[in-house]
């Protein structure tokens, strides 16, 4: 066993529904603009380009559950409800058509985003990272086993914000499934047991304010629900 100058922080993990033992995690990417409506309301075109990434870092990832702070920096902060992919075997190069056979399971998650410093970054030709990789960036709910669940390719995906419909959407809609999602990921990088992919969100994002209530889920996989607290 290693030895450490200072005692190493612990592995950061997500629950699995109805286990004890939880999905350990490794790296967190997320796809940009995967649905087409989602593009079009952030003013891009939605043909059919190669899928783009970012990542969080793996503690960022946190329950979707209880109460989530409102983070700092930030007076427009956003929601963005996804399909998390949880890759249960790695590998480089993954033909689409075995891509599958890589997922663990599935969750639903938010890519909660600093729209404002996002907006600042892209002026100024920065990074993303202070808008998308704050603590708590990333609720996830409980993943739910592929051999359980399936491989879901299409269902309803949805947010409520206080009881009122923001998102609303479906797996179809999406530009580049899971099977084509993990096998560009993998030719720029190795993919490895561990790794979550946050596989991008429906149209209807928009901001959050302390107090909030927020509901949503994935037909087939599971719901959630979460409150934000008080600045």
């Known amino acids: 066993m290693s030895d450490y100058v200072i005692a190493p922080n612990a592995l950061p993990s997500v629950a699995v ?16 603009r995967n649905y087409s409506e989602h593009a079009r309301e952030m003013g891009h075109d939605p043909d059919r380009e190669p899928p783009f990434f970012f990542m969080k870092p793996a503690d960022a990832v946190v329950p979707a559950e209880g109460t989530l702070a409102y983070p700092p920096l930030t007076a427009d902060l956003h929601h963005e409800v996804e399909l998390v ?45 202070w808008a998308k990789a704050f603590d708590g960036s990333a609720p996830c709910s ?26 609303r959407g479906d797996l ?21 047991a561990g790794d979550l992919i946050f596989t991008g969100t429906p149209a209807g994002v928009g901001a959050l304010q302390p107090g909030d209530r927020l509901e949503g889920g994935i037909e087939g996989i599971a719901e959630f629900s979460l409150d934000i607290a008080a600045r």
């Not at 949805?158 to 009881?163: A, D, H, I, Q």
């Open 172 to 192: 179809a809609e999406q530009i580049w499934p899971v099977s084509d999602v993990i096998a560009h990921l993998s030719r720029s990088v190795q993919l490895k």
């Open 17 to 32: 529904a109805g286990q004890f033992a939880r999905f350990p995690i490794r790296r967190v990417f997320c796809v940009g």
């Open 85 to 129: 992919v949880a890759i249960g075997k790695g590998g480089v190069d993954i033909d689409p058509a075995q891509a599958l056979d890589h997922v663990w399971g599935y969750a639903v998650g938010l890519d909660l985003t600093r729209r404002d410093l996002q907006a600042q970054a892209k002026k100024m030709g920065r990074p993303w990272e």
């Open 142 to 167: 409980a993943l739910v086993p592929a051999s359980v669940a399936g491989h879901p390719q299409r269902g309803a995906i949805w947010l409520k914000v206080n009881g009122e419909e923001r998102q």
